[in-house]
């Protein structure tokens, strides 16, 4: 887990990708789904590119037998160089060792105001 968050806090598109199976879903948020691993790639390097810097803060994750759940708070760096903190949860179901099943739970809905 910490891996998984630290590819993200580097904003590195293509570590994170490493981490999911080739037909995963990754939803953010209320945002629709995102099917495939080179399209979860691109819509998360497309985030990465309208904010500055990203930081997560990992409180607890707990293992299930179908994967995992984190909660923690993370803080958005905009383009302007003003930060947003908010608390996150993560779903993931997971099969051999790759994420198939990735839900954020977030609301970010004040980091582009």
């Not at 930060?83 to 980091?111: A, G, H, M, Q």
Request: aromatic fraction near 12%.
């Amino acid at each position: 887990m910490k891996s998984l968050f630290q590819a993200i806090d580097n904003q590195d598109a293509d570590s994170f990708a490493a981490f999911l199976a080739e037909n995963a879903t990754f939803r953010f948020g209320n945002a629709p789904a995102v099917h495939g691993r080179e399209a979860i790639k691109a819509a998360v390097s497309g985030f990465f590119d309208s904010i500055s810097a990203i930081s997560h803060t990992l409180n607890e994750a707990w293992q299930t037998p179908a994967g995992a759940v984190s909660h923690g708070a993370v803080t958005y760096t905009r383009l302007d160089n003003s930060t947003l903190t908010v608390p996150f949860c993560n779903v993931f179901k997971i099969r051999d060792n790759l994420i198939e099943e990735y839900l954020i739970f977030v609301d970010n809905s004040e980091l582009y105001r």
